[in-house]
């Protein structure tokens, strides 16, 4: 199996919850916290769990004071509409000590202003090839000396092509042969061949991938050798056609290749940023890196950080690495997380880390990771949606609102958006409006848990128990397995109070009794049988006394 091909680590994991799953474990109850008033910091504090080495789970030592004064610094920051000043002006997470100059080099990182798509093709199709050229030189020549352009010709490339190949193929190979001098002609060729490999090889393991794609592949990438090796020949300078050439290794998983690749590329370029940061990658012990190789290549990063003060994002990316595969659970990996945020990280490190704080029910150290996130990729919809549900468990539903609003605007096809809404005007007691999210939610993604037995959770608050039966049938019968269902059910019967509890009972214990975090659940479902079997014999001894008259 290959790794998809980036850049940045923009992009995170998938959720082992759904989005919005705040409505699970310590989250459920920070959660009607919130609709009734109370302080999710207390609830918190009574709800903490521990690792085996005692180490709380909830957050790294934030106060009331610290969530209260980030949220609304961070607010204040999200109003101002130039990304590359709000990531400026945005407040780093209490208590950590982020260096101000990587901070600044990563904020123009993620959003400098870039020679778009349409204008390269346009200067190919127009025939300006020298215009072009003089453009890339440009990019190069800041990429190299102004700090405020970092990696900038490294991300033209990613963005300008890595593409689909039918319009751009003919285009790039139009430049080359009427420019076969420029080293940015050969090197864009290169980018794209390698990006085609990646395509035919596809995503499988070799085992599963056809004898044709993986012989497709080897031809691609002999292009991407050829192009790659004339670019550097031209101009060693030009980093992309080194990164095309580790990336190509990486899609033949070939390590030793990768290897050479990467120490070519910093013996010409000792502090570039790409370089390292699409290393680190190929380095995993899945893609037959290792630990080791990770942290070497972290170390010599950290030698050249007077030369460019980004490497120091990539500090902790071995250990970082480490707990995301620890295969631990979301409450250790936020234990283990929550130690490595003294210095700025990538977008994609904060993404899994604050998805594993939502997962632990750690809603204020979820809130501030989740926030980071945003503040260096404002795109990433589905982190906003897990942020709207935090700030609607630590008391602002009105912000969680405007923030699940922006989701679904972004991506009216998502269901994240509509539940994050959901979630936060049931806490303002807005049922209808709730309702209606929840129900478009459920209709965009049917296959999802929380939206359905949210709906029912809304009918039992109302106490309209037919619906909420009717629900907690239907999520039974499509989510056996899960504890939520059948708690829902256990509740009506409970509260209505309807005929069957000590089924319900026998069920949960049968399915979730031998794990402690359902303990309160199931104390609460037999105490409910005990005022079940009470109110019973009071209504068959109720006769007897009135005929003793």
Not at 431 to 436: D, F, G, L, R, W
Request: charged share 25%; glycine share 4%.
């Amino acid at each position: 199996m290959i790794v998809t091909r980036r850049i940045e680590s923009g992009r995170r994991k998938s959720s082992k919850t759904p989005q919005g799953a705040g409505m699970q474990g310590v989250g459920r109850w920070a959660a009607c916290a919130a609709m009734f008033g109370m302080s999710v910091f207390a609830i918190a504090a009574q709800a903490a769990t521990q690792d085996s080495s005692g180490a709380s789970l909830q957050n790294p030592g934030y106060s009331r004071k610290d969530i209260v004064e980030f949220m609304a610094k961070a607010k204040s920051a999200e109003q101002i509409k130039d990304p590359l000043q709000r990531c400026l002006a945005y407040p780093d997470p209490p208590g950590s000590h982020w260096t101000p100059a990587a901070v600044r080099a990563y904020c123009h990182y993620r959003f400098q202003p870039l020679m778009s798509v349409s204008e390269i093709e346009g200067l190919i199709r127009s025939r300006q090839f020298a215009k072009l050229d003089g453009r890339m030189k440009a990019a190069l020549k800041a990429q190299q000396t102004d700090p405020s352009a970092p990696s900038r010709l490294n991300l033209i490339y990613d963005h300008a092509f890595t593409a689909d190949a039918t319009e751009l193929r003919p285009l790039l190979d139009d430049w080359k042969s009427a420019d076969p001098q420029s080293a940015f002609a050969y090197a864009a060729s290169a980018w794209l061949y390698m990006d085609m490999a990646r395509r035919a090889r596809g995503e499988k393991y070799e085992n599963d991938t056809p004898q044709a794609s993986l012989d497709k592949m080897r031809d691609l990438l002999a292009y991407v050798e050829t192009d790659a090796y004339r670019s550097i020949s031209l101009d060693p300078n030009v980093m992309p056609a080194y990164v095309a050439l580790i990336y190509g290794a990486n899609i033949s998983e070939n390590t030793e290749y990768a290897t050479h690749f990467i120490d070519d590329a910093l013996a010409q370029s000792p502090a570039d940023f790409t370089v390292y940061n699409t290393a680190t990658l190929v380095l995993q012990p899945r893609w037959h890196g290792s630990i080791k190789a990770m942290q070497d290549l972290v170390d010599r990063a950290h030698a050249n950080e007077k030369k460019n003060p980004m490497l120091a994002v990539l500090k902790n990316y071995a250990a970082f690495y480490e707990v995301d595969q620890c295969g631990c659970g979301a409450q250790q990996q936020t234990v283990r997380y929550s130690k490595l945020f003294d210095e700025v990280t990538t977008s994609g490190n904060l993404w899994n880390a604050g998805d594993a704080a939502a997962d632990a029910g750690a809603d204020p150290l979820a809130m501030v990771l989740l926030s980071e996130t945003l503040r260096f990729n404002p795109s990433a919809t589905r982190a906003r949606s897990q942020r709207s549900m935090r700030l609607t468990s630590l008391g602002d539903a009105a912000w969680a609102v405007q923030q699940a609003d922006i989701v679904i605007k972004q991506d009216p096809t998502e269901s994240a958006g509509f539940s994050a809404r959901a979630f936060a005007l049931e806490s303002m007691h807005d049922y209808p409006s709730a309702e209606i999210a929840l129900k478009k939610a459920i209709q965009l993604d049917p296959k999802e848990s929380w939206q359905l037995i949210e709906l029912g959770n809304i009918h039992f608050v109302k106490h309209e128990w037919s619906d909420a039966w009717d629900i907690s049938n239907e999520a039974i019968a499509k989510f056996p397995d899960l504890p939520d269902a059948w708690i829902l059910r256990g509740n009506i019967q409970m509260d209505q109070p309807r005929a069957g509890l000590k089924d319900t009972f026998d069920e949960f214990n049968k399915r979730f009794g031998n794990d402690p975090e359902w303990k309160e659940r199931l104390d609460e479902m037999r105490e409910g049988l005990q005022v079940e079997q009470q109110r019973h014999a009071t209504s068959v001894a109720a006769p007897s006394e009135q005929n003793r008259g």
